[in-house]
């Protein structure tokens, strides 16, 4: 417990911002060596991942994360210092602590305890950490999956860390992932004075009508494993900032969370009809952020579960709600992936926390994965 503990408090003392790393890859590949593993840093521009692998056979258990953060806002918000790792009341406090350094810490020792026992494994295991989790994503987890499938590499399974739990650790694990396609739209108008309307073109009045059918359109119902795909805007800027000015032009950003009853393509394809229906004068840029991905149920799973409810006592439920996550690059090479981490009631919050107790369940949840996965 001790081992977990002071390491998540060693990575929490890192301000590592996303996509910066300052130092945490090096405490974690530090400890993997002593076990064995072979370091393998992949850096992409600003960004620091490393592939790490502890044997040549298969089948291979990865454990996957990242060590960057969100920023961490005012410090005055804080009841210590987000960068200096704080017991308090039974908790860890620090940015980062349940997203995701806590996980990274648990999966360490998890390891460290698993091969005192079984230095002699089936398969092997394998770690596949980045710093560019929490931005853009394209230089992290992307890049080294593009490598490993270049040269043959494959994961059977894979665990990421992120914090899927909602009040009990392990209560919710995510067996996959919502696709997310977002949307920067551009519609072009005349700027004019409020006073001379058919002297202008106003851009807000023209597209509304636009915005408001794709807002009611019904995408799908969603299936047994996927809630039904939404649409949301999520900014509108439009007008100089005078209330006697018609805008020149608004631009609008929106995204949709698309289960596998559709695909992107089709999502793009009925939006844009929708557009040219009501105004041809606008741009329109696409970029998908990952498509769906599902595990069904399987050894994976199975193993999960069962470590579940050995450590906690607990039936988990499966899960593929909340935002995106490295396992959508992961997926489509076809492991199987599986989210498994602590309560995320307090993460990109101020004094985010993660309970010292979860350390401990989590390292052991780890552990038993191992046991269930690589000694049959």
């Known amino acids: 417990m001790n081992d977990t503990l002071n390491l998540a408090k060693a990575l929490i003392e890192q ?21 064995g593993f072979v370091i393998e840093p992949m850096q992409f ?161 023209a597209f509304l009508p636009a915005l408001a059918e794709l807002a009611a359109v019904e995408w799908d119902r969603g299936n047994a494993y996927f809630p039904a795909t939404s649409f949301q805007i999520s900014n509108i800027h439009a007008g100089t900032g005078a209330n006697n000015v018609i805008p020149g032009s608004m631009e609008v950003l929106f995204n949709f969370r698309f289960s596998t009853e559709v695909t992107s393509a089709q999502l793009q394809q009925i939006t844009e009809v929708i557009f040219n229906k009501h105004y041809q004068d606008y741009q329109l840029n696409w970029q998908l952020s990952g498509n769906p991905f599902l595990t069904p149920e399987g050894k994976l799973v199975a193993a999960v579960r069962d470590s579940i409810q050995q450590v906690m006592g607990i039936t988990t439920t499966l899960s593929t709600g909340g935002g995106t996550s490295d396992g959508r690059f992961i997926a489509p090479t076809g492991a199987e992936v599986v989210e498994i981490g602590p309560v995320n009631a307090t993460i990109h919050k101020v004094n985010e926390h993660i309970e010292v107790v979860e350390l401990e369940r989590l390292t052991k949840i780890y552990q038993l994965l191992l046991e269930k996965l690589l000694l049959t």
């Not at 301000?15 to 076990?35: M, N, T, V, Y």
């Open 15 to 35: 301000p590592s911002l996303s996509p910066h790393d300052r130092g945490c890859q090096a405490l974690l590949c530090a400890e993997l060596q002593k076990l």
């Open 45 to 205: 521009g600003d960004v620091s991942n490393f592939w790490a692998r502890r044997g040549t056979q298969g089948p291979v258990l990865c454990f996957a994360g990242h060590t960057d953060v969100v920023p961490a806002g005012e410090r005055k918000d804080w009841l210590s210092d987000p960068f200096t790792p704080t017991l308090r009341d039974g908790k860890l406090y620090g940015r980062g602590a349940a997203d995701m350094k806590g996980s990274l810490a648990a999966m360490i020792t998890a390891c460290q305890q698993f091969l005192a026992v079984h230095p002699n494994h089936h398969g092997s295991i394998a770690f596949l950490v980045t710093s560019d989790e929490e931005s853009i994503a394209i230089d992290g987890t992307r890049r080294v999956i593009e490598v490993l499938e270049a040269r043959g590499e494959k994961i059977t399974w894979c665990v990421v860390g992120e914090p899927s739990s909602t009040t009990l650790t392990g209560d919710v694990i995510r067996n996959g992932r919502r696709g997310s396609l977002n949307g920067t739209l551009r519609v072009n108008g005349q700027l004019g004075h409020v006073a001379y309307p058919h002297l202008a073109r106003n851009p807000i009045h």
